[in-house]
């Protein structure tokens, strides 16, 4: 079943398809993608149908982190969680646990 099919479906995407620093490749499907920069190549995304309200949460994200704060009716009352898409490098040099990650625990 296709990605469009699925209403209520979030997707999380890691190493998006990127051309001329944007990401492609998803435009025809029947939600949002958000990112979590639009200044450099995203190497996240989360996909959002058109009936979820969901919020980019900037505080935490970046090039490797797109979280969202998404709002979920659960039985008689409504909730709220947080999605991200983390891009973790398997690099020697680079920490696994992003500052953005880390920054979010301590809120």
Known sequence: MALQQM???VAVIQE???VKSRIA???NLNGTIISGTTIES?????YIPRNIKAVLLLQV???DVTAVNVKCNIGRGEEQLVIA???LSQG????????????????
Not at 42 to 46: D, E, G, L, S
């Open 25 to 27: 490749g998803l435009s």
């Open 85 to 87: 898409s983390v891009y």
């Open 7 to 9: 209403q209520n479906t």
């Open 16 to 18: 998006p398809w990127i």
């Open 61 to 63: 994200s970046s090039r």
């Open 42 to 46: 995203p190497r996240t995304c989360i």
């Open 92 to 107: 020697a040099h680079e920490p696994c646990l992003t500052w953005e990650m880390a920054n979010s625990m301590n809120h």
